[in-house]
């Protein structure tokens, strides 16, 4: 029987290995783990793999580069708990405002009482928080009040910030995203990573709970920032507000591999109704 040419959009496991620098039990692992989809075609023992999942990882390699998966800087990525707040409050300063007086602890825990899926954080194999992400929903008004100056983020309302519940239409902010500076520069690139890592899998969790993110949104001062922005793909648009780059897609026009990923969820999880209907 002749070797297949994979479809459009697949790759072979070697070329996949070859893209991503990694082994078969690597490959397999990241398989299991959800990471990369696989397609076996019928009557065939061996399979494809989702190019646009490679990218992904691709993305996320580039933006850290040197990251590789270890069982001694072993991560775990969650909500953080109230209790988290502190450790994150000064990773955020240490991190992103060194020269600020003022910590963003109350900040935090205000925008998690309002959302409590708006902190995640990293922790290491001793439940050592190294990293954190914090996201914000909003509503268009008070994404685009923020983005000109108008409002800042410590202004934003209760109203501004909804729920990720069923069907719910959202603009996503990426406040921050930041590791320890206290850690080596390559242990920081491997949590970088792990961070990355586990918002996408947020996000592709809300696509699973059919809420629909519009755009994604970021803005940075820093050249780490900058760097991670640019090295994802997000466009890099002129800023209203000086001094502070702007980021940001319309997520079902993008291009960008995990948001095309994160859309074609969306689009599957919606369609399971009609589906379910036309069962006869």
Known sequence: MPRMQPP???LRGSEVSARLHISDSLLSRYVEEGK????VPQGRT???YNEDD????ENVNSAFPGAKPSQKHRSFFSIAKRSDVSAIAKIDHDAI???DDAYNEEVFLNWQEKNPETLFALRDINGVIVGFVSILPLTRPALDSII???VSLTGVTDKDIPLFTKNAIIHLYIVAMATDPQYPIKMRHEYGAALLTGLFSFMLDLADRSVAIETITARSHTQDGIKLMRKLGLPWLISPVADMELFSAVVTESGIPFLRK???KLAEKRSLPNKAK???
């Open 8 to 10: 459009p959009g697949w």
């Open 36 to 39: 990369i989809r696989r397609h």
């Open 46 to 48: 061996y399979g494809f």
């Open 54 to 57: 490679v990218k992904i990882l």
């Open 97 to 99: 405002h060194p020269n």
């Open 148 to 150: 000109r100056g108008k």
């Open 262 to 264: 994160y859309s074609a």
């Open 278 to 280: 036309n069962i006869p």
